[in-house]
């Protein structure tokens, strides 16, 4: 792991050297120039002082230069194809650092990342967590907290924490291995039918106000 950090460093920090490189370009040719605008100086007296293009003095050696400035077009694509692939490489190599860290977390840990982790790192932690459950590696009381925090996310009380399908999978298992409860079976079966009550956003005074209740979908796995 170390050594593909190391090669994303050194990629990217070689594809920004070429890139600045390759933009400060170099100089061609051996005609005197103004330095601000390229203007070719060629057969004006030591009498002129600024010159006659943009107004920039060129008394000193700060003022011109030597040729005409071209930037390397072909080393600042080799820069920017270094600093991509090194932006890759070090994306990939945390991604996979962050899966071995998720791996070998405490079972606390990443109850703690669901709970408070929204995104990938929540769901890779539930699905370690779901994993260590078909495996028998949670205690009774891990167990217990990890079947009730689904259920309470299955019924949309517990705030942060949108719903996966994970969840259901999780679910699914632990009702397949006898962990649920009847009391909890049964929530576990009323909440997999989610519906939505609406209702008209103007009423006038004195008329009957209806309630509709629309199917929105179910929150148990198929298999």
């Given at each position: 792991?170390?050594v593909w950090?190391t090669?994303s460093?050194?990629?990217v920090v070689l594809?920004a050297?070429?890139?600045?490189?390759g933009w400060?370009?170099?100089?061609?040719?051996?005609?005197?120039r103004?330095r601000?605008?390229?203007f070719?100086?060629?057969?004006?007296?030591?009498q002129?002082q600024?010159c006659?293009?943009?107004g920039?003095?060129?008394?000193?050696e700060?003022g011109?230069?030597i040729?005409?400035?071209?930037r390397?077009?072909?080393?600042?694509?080799i820069?920017?194809l270094?600093?991509?692939c090194?932006?890759?490489?070090g994306?990939?190599?945390?991604?996979?650092?962050?899966?071995?860290?998720?791996?070998?977390a405490?079972?606390?840990?990443l109850?703690?990342?669901?709970?408070?982790?929204g995104?990938?790192?929540?769901?890779?932690a539930?699905?370690?967590?779901?994993d260590r459950?078909?495996?028998?590696e949670?205690s009774?009381?891990?167990q217990?907290?990890?079947?009730?925090?689904?259920?309470d996310?299955?019924g949309?009380?517990?705030?942060?924490i949108?719903?996966?399908?994970?969840?259901s999978?999780?679910?699914?298992?632990?009702l397949?291995?006898g962990?649920?409860?009847?009391?909890?079976?049964?929530?576990y079966?009323?909440q997999?039918?989610?519906?939505t009550?609406r209702?008209?956003?103007k009423?006038?005074?004195?008329?009957?106000?209806?309630?509709t209740?629309?199917?929105a979908?179910?929150?148990?796995?198929?298999?």
């Open positions: 792991m170390t950090i090669v460093a050194l990629g594809g050297v070429l890139l600045v490189f400060r370009g170099k100089r061609v040719g051996e005609v005197l103004c601000g605008c390229e070719d100086l060629t057969g004006l007296g030591d002129v600024a006659p293009e943009c920039r003095s060129i008394a000193g700060k011109v230069a040729g005409t400035h071209r390397r077009f072909g080393m600042m694509a820069g920017a270094f600093l991509v090194g932006v890759l490489v994306t990939g190599a945390a991604a996979s650092q962050r899966g071995l860290l998720i791996q070998h405490p079972s606390w840990a109850m703690h990342l669901v709970q408070s982790s995104g990938v790192t929540g769901s890779d539930l699905t370690e967590l779901k459950l078909m495996r028998g949670l009774a009381s891990q217990d907290a990890l079947i009730a925090l689904a259920l996310v299955q949309d009380l517990v705030p942060g949108a719903w996966h399908p994970e969840w999978e999780l679910l699914h298992e632990a397949g291995m962990l649920l409860s009847w009391e909890d079976e049964g929530r079966y009323e997999s039918l989610v519906y009550p209702i008209r956003e009423v006038i005074a004195g008329r009957e106000v209806y309630l209740v629309e199917f979908g179910v929150r148990y796995a198929s298999a």
